[in-house]
């Protein structure tokens, strides 16, 4: 909501000019909809460019992060299906959710 309510429309001039990008964090979700979704919503409000390879990109001042459910089995998926939507990987970051404190296989 805050994409097509605040970001894209309230504040877009600020976050357009401000010396800096603003990080996206969706909200919980389904995996990889969520980071798509995210990712659609921006481009309704913000004009992308398309990369040498074909890629949809987010302008310069604004990104997203990914850090709730992240492992490697979702992290293949996520930009799996970015690639699929034509979505450039640059516009991502991921990080690691407070899960990986419970998971005994992590380093």
């Known amino acids: 909501q805050a994409c097509e309510k605040y970001w894209g ?3 877009k001039a600020t976050v357009e000019s401000r010396d800096g990008q ?6 919980s979700g389904e995996l990889p909809g969520t980071v798509l979704e995210v990712l ?8 992308c460019t398309t990369t040498s390879t074909g890629h ?3 302008p310069p001042c604004i990104r997203v992060i990914q850090g ?12 799996r299906a970015m690639k699929d ?4 990987a640059d516009n991502l970051a991921f990080g690691s959710g407070g899960a990986l404190l ?4 992590r380093d």
């Open 102 to 105: 419970q998971k005994l296989h």
């Open 56 to 58: 949809k990109l987010l």
């Open 22 to 27: 603003l990080i996206v964090r969706p909200d």
């Open 9 to 11: 429309t309230e504040l």
């Open 40 to 47: 659609d919503k921006l481009a309704g409000k913000f004009e």
């Open 85 to 88: 939507a034509n979505w450039a």
């Open 68 to 79: 709730d459910g992240i492992d490697i089995t979702s992290l293949e998926k996520i930009l």
